[in-house]
């Protein structure tokens, strides 16, 4: 149950075979495992062992894939990072999560030199650069990669419950959160994933997003299980995205709801480039149904959607689904548990909305170093999720809202999203994001933010009056419109509505 197994069979088993592609770089099993089996031993060479801590702060590269296999091998825990973190973030997540090693770029060695006296905890020869020209203070990752034996590392025995990683939350509605997974949980991420999204050997995945998150690991893990050919880009960019799967003979992707639209959008897109998928998977936030049935239209047969939680509960719609049900998330995989509960744990009826949860293979262990948030998530075994949703008859999941998102208008509950299907059914609107803000009369108050396809397709107040003609009730019409050349989202690409509540709140 050790992860770096994985890597090991593939070299023996099928070691011609493409592991892994990004840029103009090439490897196959064989030559993937060993290049994992120097970092490990490089890692070791500096006294990194089973349970030490090992932070990246590394954008898409080879490297980082290196780095998380190979902590694997050695049963140490990898702590990926945002490149996007400030100096602040920075030392309170190094801090928090206890790393021994940092590996980063050239571009952050200025901040880590600043925050190496707040870090007494990491010793000065376990700052690494993969870039690092021969920069004081830091070893290059590369020299001590190439003294290093290509060979398996020994002696080291490595738990099914052994720790893998601690993935920080993106902090969409707080402060980020240290969540463990276990080598166990991940090898559940390959198992579920790859038997949901039907992937063999033979696929090739596309991945554009940072894997530095949580959801790189849900087309990630499958792949690496299966022992496919994972094609990681730097970065995304709609024509190129588009470009790439023609030329590999991609099968399978994953995008969040943006990535979407900007494909849809591109001036490349053509279903012939795209002829070789079989899984289009939508994650991370609610896509509108405007632009899963455009998708579905032009790419039939494809569409997969998922709901889940880093903390370990996840639900996917199966494309052979969704025509009879495409407004819902999908069901709870193999092993996986769900129910809605009321304010009073009590579980509700079918169609009546509650908070969804749920447990199963993939559940965390803990919050790292917070018990108290850890018996708040999980209660009883099952996790919390703070969202909001309803089953229908056949036991099918709708997602209603977070929590959190939920406006409190005149004493009734408004969901935004329900909003947010309205809007963007406009033509010239390209995405929505609705909030509540405070209101004297009503407590608060709905306002839609919109993009749109050119900047003066439409006005505010044509929108305004457009979505307030067209929404079925009278407390969902929006108080206010406004247009933005691009929302707030982290990295995950995940608009920042709290961001948003805080810009165009005036409490």
């Known amino acids: 149950m050790n992860l770096g197994t994985i890597f090991r069979r593939h070299a023996r088993y099928r070691p011609d075979k493409t592991a892994v592609v990004f840029g103009d770089r090439r490897l196959t099993h064989r030559e993937f495992n060993a290049e994992i089996n120097r970092t490990a031993n490089a890692m070791g060479a500096l006294g990194i062992g089973k349970g030490a801590k090992v932070a990246t702060v590394l954008p898409n590269c080879l490297e980082l894939l290196e780095v998380y296999w190979a902590v694997a091998k050695i049963g140490a825990?990898?702590?990926?990072m945002s490149?996007?973190?400030?100096?602040?973030?920075?030392?309170?997540?190094?801090?928090?999560?206890?790393a021994e090693m940092v590996i980063s770029t050239e571009g952050f060695a200025d901040t880590l030199e600043l925050l190496k006296p707040d870090l007494p905890q990491i010793p000065s020869d376990r700052y690494l650069l993969i870039d690092s020209e021969?920069?004081?203070?830091?070893?290059?990752?590369?020299?001590?990669?190439?003294?290093?034996s290509d060979q398996e590392p020994e002696g080291i025995v490595?738990?099914?419950?052994?720790?893998?990683?601690?993935?920080?939350?993106?902090?969409?509605?707080?402060?980020?959160?240290?969540?463990?997974?276990?080598?166990?949980?991940?090898?559940?991420?390959?198992t579920s994933f790859a038997a949901a999204y039907r992937m063999t050997p033979e696929c090739v995945t596309m991945h554009a997003g940072a894997i530095v998150f949580n959801g790189a690991f849900v087309d990630l893990m499958p792949t690496v299980f299966q022992g496919g050919t994972y094609v990681l880009l730097s970065h995304f960019d709609p024509i190129d995205y588009i470009e790439t799967i023609a030329r590999e003979k991609v099968t399978h992707v994953m995008m969040v709801p943006a990535q979407i639209v900007a494909v849809l959008n591109a001036p490349n897109f053509d279903p012939v480039k795209l002829s070789s998928l079989e899984m289009i998977l939508a994650l991370g936030a609610p896509l509108h149904l405007r632009h899963k049935e455009t998708l579905n239209s032009l790419l039939p047969g494809r569409f997969y959607e998922l709901y889940g939680l880093t903390e370990g509960f996840v639900t996917v719609l199966d494309k052979n689904d969704y025509k009879k049900k495409p407004k819902s998330v999908g069901v709870p995989?193999?092993?996986?548990?769900?129910?809605?509960?009321?304010?009073?744990?009590?579980?509700?009826?079918?169609?009546?909305?509650?908070?969804?949860?749920?447990?199963?293979?993939?559940?965390?262990?803990?919050?790292?170093?917070?018990?108290?948030?850890?018996?708040?998530?999980?209660v009883d075994g099952w996790l919390h999720s703070g969202d909001?949703?309803?089953?229908?008859?056949?036991?099918?999941l709708y997602l209603v809202d977070r929590k959190k998102d939920m406006i409190i208008s005149g004493g009734v509950n408004v969901y935004p999203r329900d909003i947010e299907e309205v809007v963007v059914q406009h033509p010239a609107v390209v995405e929505a994001a609705v909030f509540g803000i405070s209101h004297d009369k009503w407590g608060e108050t709905p306002v839609a933010a919109v993009t749109l396809t050119a900047p003066d397709a439409a006005g505010a107040?044509?929108?305004?009056?457009?979505?307030n003609q067209q929404v079925g009730a009278k407390f969902q019409r929006v108080s206010r419109v406004v247009v933005l050349n691009d929302f707030p989202r982290n990295v995950a690409g995940k608009t920042l509505k709290r961001e948003l509540r805080e810009r165009f709140d005036p409490d």
């Open 333 to 378: 995989l193999p092993l996986f548990e769900m129910k809605i509960l009321d304010e009073d744990g009590r579980e509700v009826s079918v169609g009546e909305v509650g908070e969804i949860c749920g447990k199963g293979p993939i559940l965390m262990p803990e919050y790292y170093k917070r018990p108290d948030l850890t018996e708040k998530a999980i």
């Open 388 to 396: 909001l949703g309803y089953v229908d008859e056949d036991g099918f």
């Open 77 to 80: 825990v990898v702590v990926p």
């Open 158 to 190: 490595v738990e099914p419950d052994d720790p893998f990683n601690i993935m920080y939350s993106s902090g969409t509605t707080g402060m980020p959160k240290g969540i463990v997974h276990t080598h166990a949980i991940r090898i559940a991420y390959g």
């Open 461 to 467: 107040e044509e929108l305004k009056a457009w979505i």
């Open 134 to 148: 021969g920069r004081e203070g830091f070893q290059d990752y590369h020299v001590l990669k190439e003294k290093a």
């Open 83 to 98: 490149t996007l973190l400030m100096e602040g973030a920075l030392r309170s997540l190094l801090n928090d999560s206890d």
